[in-house]
Structures are given as C-alpha cells and as structure tokens.
C-alpha cells in the first residue's frame, strides 16, 4: 500500500512539473512584449503582394494632371495612385495625342494580396483581384522585384483565385486550417497589402461566424475586427496556429472593424477543380427559394415548428422541374442534413458534383414527401428571370367588376407604355408577359401585405396569372381573408428574384 502511494506521489509529481515546463515554454513563446511576432515570422513569407496590369481600352480623357488610371472614380485605389505618381498614373498624356494612334503600355490596374499554399508556386486569392487583368505580377517582399504569375483556375462566384508563379527562392506556403473549430472570440491575424502599402499585420478576434451577405451566394462570411483595408483582399485570416481559416474579401464601409472573410473549408471543396480544369462546375437544383414565415406555414399547412424553405419558382427543364418539385414545395432537408435558410440550400446542392443524386425531403400541402433528384450543372451566369412571348403596346382595361380594389392595388398587363414607366427597356418588356402592379392604396390590404409597385404577378393562390383576367378570377376565388401570392420584383433588366408573400385583409 505504501509502495503503491510513493508510485502515485512521483507521478503527480512528473505530471506537475511537466504542466508547469509546457506552460513556461507557451509563456517565452508568446509574451505580451513579444505579441504574434514569433506567429509573423513563421507564416509571413508566404504572404504576396499582387499587382495587376491592363491596357485601356478606350482614350483617357480628363483634365490636365488629373486622375487618368483605368479604374473607375470612386475605386478605392485612386487616392493611393493620384498621391505616388504626381496626381496621375504613368503612361502618355492623353491632351497630346499622336497624328496616329500607338499601342499602350498596361497601366497598374489594381493591387490585393495572395498567400502562397504549396511549394510549387500555388498561390490563392480573390478573383475580383485579378479579374479584367491583362498581366499579374507577383511581390514575396517589398525590396523585391515582381515576377510574371499564370492564373490557373478561376472561380468568379466564390470570387477566388489560383494563380501560379516560378521562383527562384524555396516557398513559404502556409498550411489551410478548418474553418469550421475555430470559435467565436478567438484571436486572428490578417497579412496584407492595405492600399499598396505592402505587408501589413493587424489583429483583432473572430466577431462572427456563418453571415449573409447577397453578394455571397455560395457560403457565409467569417466576420472579424482585425482591420482590413482595400489591397487586403485575397489575403489570409489566421488562427494562432499560423493556420489559413479564411481568405479576406471584403469590408463594411459605413463602420470600422467590420471585415469578411471568405471561410477556407468552402475554398479546398473546390481546389482540385480550380487545380485539373481552371473552373468549378457545381450541382445545379434549378429553383428559386425564399424563406417560410409563420403566416406562410400556416397558409401551407405545415406542421408546428417545421423549419426549411419554399420553392418559389421552378426553372423548366432543370433537376427539379424533371424530379416533380413544384412551387410551395417546403424543403426541409438535403441527404438527411436539415435546410433552414435559402443559403443552406445553395451550399448543400453546390456542394454535391454534377450529375449525382440527392435525397430531398419536403411538404407539400402539408404532407412529408421524399424525392432523389440527380442535379445538373449551376449556370455560370445565373439569371433569375425567364423570357416569355412579345407583348401587346396597348393597354387592357379593367372591368367594371374589379376585384383589385377590394384588396387595394391596380394592375395592368405589361407593355411599352408601362415598361417605360418603370424604367425596363421595350426588348426585355417584350419577354414579360403577364401583370404589373401598378398602383396601391396606402393602408390597405396589399400594401401592408408587400406587395410593392412593378412586381410581376405569378400566381395567386397556386392560380397562375398571365392576363388581368386571370387574375381578377383568382382574386374571385379566395375563401377567407387571405391567400398565398408569388411575385417576381422586377429590375431594370426586365428579370429580377422571385418571392412570395401572403395577400390578406385586416
């Protein structure tokens, strides 16, 4: 017994001393006066500088000294070129033009950052970077030359980048860390180039983890406090590790210390593509979704407590039109992971290869439903409106029996008059066919229901709407005091998202 707690003592003992050694080394390693510069050292010479070049394409004009860089008024790099070269870019003065025209020199067009990620020369970064670049130039530090880059793989709608570059030096490539561990509150490092001022380190902490953003379709922004400027972009977000969990993209102008980051594990699901063939080739539902409110789960009969998100539309000819969906369709889950937001939707189907199967549950008309759907391939040019046959220019008049007014709108069928009222040019109006509203009656049911002026009505209650007839029928029909209503908000393209909302009196 003795022997057995003398054994027990000189473990606790080893154990102790042990903790107390790996706290001593954590301490010498990062001490408040040292801060992240060990971290710095060891990742920072895997961070560029990117400069990308292109010819105007057309005549600079402009005043005499002033600003005369291909880029466009409000770019946030004119303020950094007009102050290092004298009020103008390099190149010809545009107020002494030759008797015959001469081919120009690229002209800087913009500056980010990338961070190398192997040995071979493999270096990430935001597409918007080099995107319309006729020339990338690559910097490792700032007393170095720059050296000609390949891009290898783009990826517009992640807005990410593969760039490839020959050096005569070893690579620093900085390891991709998960996205996913990393935690709210947690320190982070972001290197850069904030407006072309070269490597720059600044620090804060992961404020947030899975944001919305329209611009970003196909995942949810990281969200930091670590400063990021314009020339940040495509630089890394770093965890304590020295590990990538983002790629720095983008900022909120109307505050400080809101940056987005592009999370890391949506990047390596789409390397080996951006790697083989240049381009991401993504799995393609062919759907439109928007959100289900309390008022629409009651309208759809859905069972208390059903989360997931409505088909809005259904793009004919693609995997869902082929599977059966139909709009009102809830989706609640995607191979057996839950859906809860329109976005849950986009990344699950993306993120599944084209021409492999899915398994979607939904309701529809309050009944739970399976279907395996095999995807197609996500456009590269999404467009969220669908043509229709030319219209008549003249307008139809309502009948004296309107319904409309009851629930306090007017509406017309699209034509050219009523095209030029809201600004669509006559060719997309052509390819609108169906009712525009019009008009709405402050206070009334439409108006306090959502429904704004220029949307096109669909269907009303399942009923689809091409004529004012139909509608007017449709608005006939409803039993109760309110009714489902899916609308297109129409843009100045003639196209435009596609939504729902629900029609009802007071």
Same mark, same amino acid.
């Given at each position: 017994?003795?022997?057995?707690?003398?054994?027990?003592?000189?473990?606790?003992?080893?154990?102790?001393q042990f903790?107390?050694?790996?706290?001593?080394?954590?301490?010498?390693?990062?001490?408040?006066?040292?801060?992240?510069?060990?971290?710095?050292?060891?990742?920072?010479?895997?961070?560029?500088?990117?400069s990308?070049?292109?010819r105007p394409?057309?005549?600079?004009?402009?005043?005499?000294?002033?600003?005369?860089?291909?880029?466009?008024?409000?770019?946030?790099?004119?303020?950094?070129?007009?102050?290092?070269?004298?009020?103008?870019?390099?190149?010809?003065?545009p107020?002494?033009?030759s008797?015959?025209?001469?081919?120009?020199?690229?002209?800087?067009?913009?500056?980010g950052?990338?961070?190398?990620i192997?040995?071979?020369?493999?270096?990430l970064?935001?597409?918007?970077?080099?995107?319309g670049?006729?020339?990338?130039k690559?910097?490792?530090?700032?007393?170095?030359e720059?050296?000609?880059?390949?891009?290898?793989?783009?990826?517009?709608?992640?807005?990410?980048?593969?760039?490839?570059?020959?050096?005569?030096?070893?690579?620093?490539p900085?390891?991709?860390?998960?996205?996913?561990?990393?935690?709210?509150?947690?320190?982070?490092?972001?290197?850069?180039?904030?407006?072309?001022?070269?490597?720059?380190?600044?620090?804060g902490?992961?404020?947030?983890?899975?944001?919305?953003?329209?611009?970003?379709?196909?995942?949810?922004?990281?969200?930091?406090?670590?400063?990021?400027?314009?020339?940040n972009?495509?630089?890394?977000?770093?965890?304590?590790k020295?590990?990538?969990?983002?790629?720095?993209?983008?900022i909120?102008a109307? /505050?400080? *210390?809101?940056?987005?980051?592009? +999370?890391?594990?949506?990047? #390596?699901?789409?390397?080996?593509? $951006? @790697?083989?063939? =240049?381009?991401?080739?993504?799995?393609?539902?062919?759907?439109?979704?928007?959100e289900?409110?309390?008022?629409?789960?009651?309208?759809?009969?859905?069972?208390?407590?059903?989360?997931?998100?409505?088909?809005?539309?259904v793009?004919?000819?693609?995997?869902?039109d082929?599977?059966?969906?139909?709009?009102?369709?809830?989706?609640?889950s995607?191979?057996?992971?839950?859906?809860?937001?329109?976005?849950?939707?986009?990344?699950?189907?993306?993120?599944v290869?084209?021409?492999d199967?899915v398994?979607?549950?939904?309701?529809?008309?309050?009944?739970?439903?399976n279907?395996?759907?095999k995807?197609g391939?996500?456009?590269?040019?999404?467009?969220? /409106?669908? *043509?229709?046959e030319?219209?008549? +220019?003249?307008?139809?008049? #309502?009948?004296?029996?309107?319904? $409309? @007014?009851?629930? =306090?709108f007017d509406?017309?069928e699209?034509n050219?008059?009523?095209?030029?009222?809201?600004?669509?040019?006559?060719?997309s109006?052509?390819?609108?066919?169906?009712?525009?509203?019009?008009?709405?009656?402050?206070?009334?049911?439409a108006?306090?229901?959502?429904?704004?002026?220029?949307?096109?009505?669909?269907?009303?209650?399942?009923?689809?709407?091409?004529?004012l007839?139909?509608?007017?029928?449709?608005?006939?029909?409803?039993?109760?005091?309110?009714?489902?209503?899916?609308?297109?908000?129409?843009?100045?393209?003639?196209?435009?998202?596609?939504?729902?909302?629900?029609?009802?009196?007071?």
């Amino acid at each position: 017994m003795l022997l057995l707690t003398c054994t027990f003592v000189k473990t606790m003992n080893l154990i102790l001393q042990f903790l107390i050694l790996a706290i001593a080394t954590q301490a010498n390693a990062q001490t408040p006066e040292r801060g992240f510069s060990d971290l710095v050292k060891r990742v920072g010479g895997g961070v560029v500088n990117i400069s990308t070049f292109a010819r105007p394409k057309f005549p600079r004009r402009g005043p005499p000294g002033g600003f005369q860089g291909p880029m466009d008024p409000n770019d946030p790099f004119r303020n950094f070129f007009e102050e290092f070269f004298g009020g103008r870019l390099p190149g010809p003065r545009p107020e002494s033009p030759s008797p015959q025209p001469r081919p120009q020199k690229s002209q800087p067009f913009a500056l980010g950052t990338g961070f190398v990620i192997d040995e071979t020369g493999l270096i990430l970064t935001n597409h918007h970077v080099i995107g319309g670049a006729e020339e990338v130039k690559i910097q490792f530090n700032e007393d170095d030359e720059f050296v000609p880059a390949e891009v290898i793989g783009r990826d517009p709608e992640l807005d990410v980048a593969l760039l490839s570059v020959k050096a005569k030096s070893k690579l620093t490539p900085i390891p991709l860390g998960d996205s996913e561990r990393i935690e709210v509150g947690e320190y982070v490092l972001a290197i850069g180039n904030p407006l072309g001022y070269g490597h720059t380190v600044t620090h804060g902490i992961l404020s947030a983890k899975e944001r919305k953003a329209p611009e970003m379709r196909l995942a949810k922004y990281l969200q930091t406090d670590a400063s990021i400027n314009p020339g940040n972009s495509g630089g890394p977000l770093l965890n304590m590790k020295g590990e990538v969990i983002g790629i720095n993209n983008a900022i909120d102008a109307r /505050g400080q *210390g809101i940056g987005f980051a592009i +999370p890391i594990n949506t990047v #390596k699901q789409i390397l080996p593509q $951006l @790697k083989a063939k =240049g381009s991401v080739s993504r799995g393609y539902l062919g759907v439109s979704a928007g959100e289900v409110n309390e008022e629409i789960a009651v309208q759809l009969e859905l069972p208390a407590g059903t989360k997931g998100v409505m088909v809005a539309e259904v793009i004919p000819g693609e995997a869902a039109d082929k599977a059966g969906l139909k709009p009102y369709d809830v989706i609640t889950s995607v191979n057996g992971e839950k859906v809860a937001a329109p976005i849950d939707l986009t990344t699950k189907i993306t993120a599944v290869k084209v021409g492999d199967s899915v398994e979607i549950r939904y309701f529809r008309k309050g009944k739970e439903k399976n279907v395996k759907v095999k995807l197609g391939e996500r456009p590269k040019q999404l467009a969220d /409106g669908a *043509g229709g046959e030319s219209q008549t +220019p003249e307008r139809k008049k #309502k009948t004296t029996d309107n319904p $409309l @007014k009851e629930w =306090g709108f007017d509406a017309e069928e699209m034509n050219e008059s009523l095209a030029r009222d809201f600004g669509i040019p006559i060719e997309s109006a052509k390819k609108i066919k169906g009712v525009v509203v019009t008009d709405l009656a402050f206070g009334k049911a439409a108006a306090e229901s959502g429904l704004n002026r220029g949307d096109l009505i669909l269907d009303v209650g399942g009923k689809e709407i091409k004529t004012l007839g139909n509608l007017e029928e449709a608005l006939r029909a409803i039993k109760g005091k309110s009714t489902m209503v899916r609308i297109r908000r129409l843009s100045p393209g003639g196209d435009g998202p596609v939504n729902v909302i629900v029609l009802k009196k007071e």
